[in-house]
């Protein structure tokens, strides 16, 4: 049975962040300094229309990208419709992605390790777009564009107050893989090479002659807790797994270690990068 809705058509459901950002939204709108804006102002003053306006605060579908920024600029709530849209969007995963996304924002120190694709935290939206359809390739414009933009908004941990230090190892074969047409793959290669001169960001490529590692059949992710705690997250397909046994991530961080060190340096690894953007045609 669904849950039980109110006039409004919103779920009675107090914790959920769609219903509050719902709420939110109407609520600031009524509540607006000088006189209550109507939905049609609201929706002129965030450049959208009054029918998403509507939509918004009945529920009633997904929560425009572009739309949280706005409206906390607008209504002057620092930041509090990004917060709630970020929820909303954490709560449309299955549990396990939930918790580990919790983990990611939460992360002093992201270790990454991919063999295949560049990871979400990194991908620009063209070649995540791209993976999106390569992977379902019957997706409909709309979500895609949602699965694009939710992968982007794990990107903002860079802009927080206190980003976390992140690592990142790929194999050269990421380099190498040609799924998407050479200006996009161009245009994320770049986007590697800035991600690189963040003082808080390291990425390192790992040549195809390195020797063989426990992590080498798939992706890995370890991340830190403000209280030092390490989680290891593994993913494969449809499926996911947090790791958090002592013995287990003891043997992950040697593992992340070793690669770390048979992988070049990130100069030396900034130039790899490079190279392969210039053999694009």
């Not at 991919?114 to 935290?121: A, D, E, K, M, Q």
Request: proline share 8%.
């Amino acid at each position: 049975m669904g849950a039980e809705t109110g006039d409004t058509g919103v779920p009675e459901d107090a914790e959920d962040p769609r219903r509050r950002f719902a709420e939110e939204c109407r609520s600031a709108r009524e509540l607006y300094p000088g006189k209550p804006l109507t939905q049609t102002e609201l929706a002129r003053m965030t450049r959208t229309s009054k029918s998403t306006i509507s939509r918004v605060e009945r529920c009633d579908g997904p929560i425009p990208p572009a739309l949280p920024a706005r409206l906390d600029q607008v209504l002057g709530t620092d930041g509090k419709f990004k917060r709630l849209y970020e929820e909303s969007v954490a709560s449309s995963f299955p549990t396990l992605y939930r918790r580990r996304m919790a983990l990611e924002r939460a992360a002093v120190a992201i270790r990454e390790w991919s063999p295949t694709i560049v990871p979400g935290l990194f991908q620009t939206a063209r070649y995540a777009r791209c993976l999106v359809k390569g992977g379902s390739p019957l997706a409909g414009d709309d979500e895609v564009a949602a699965f694009v933009a939710n992968r982007l908004l794990r990107q903002a941990i860079y802009e927080s107050e206190t980003p976390p230090d992140v690592r990142l190892v790929l194999c050269e074969s990421v380099l190498r893989r040609r799924f998407c047409p050479p200006d996009v793959m161009r245009e994320q290669l770049q986007a590697l090479v800035t991600a690189g001169e963040r003082p808080t960001v390291r990425v390192q490529i790992l040549p195809l002659d390195a020797p063989a590692h426990l992590f080498s059949d798939g992706p890995v992710s370890l991340l830190t807790s403000p209280a030092h705690a390490v989680a290891v997250c593994v993913e494969s397909y449809r499926t996911a797994g947090i790791i958090e046994d002592l013995d287990h991530v003891h043997t992950a961080l040697r593992t992340y270690d070793e690669i770390t060190s048979d992988a070049l340096s990130p100069r030396e690894s900034a130039h790899l990068i490079a190279e392969h953007m210039e053999a694009l045609s």
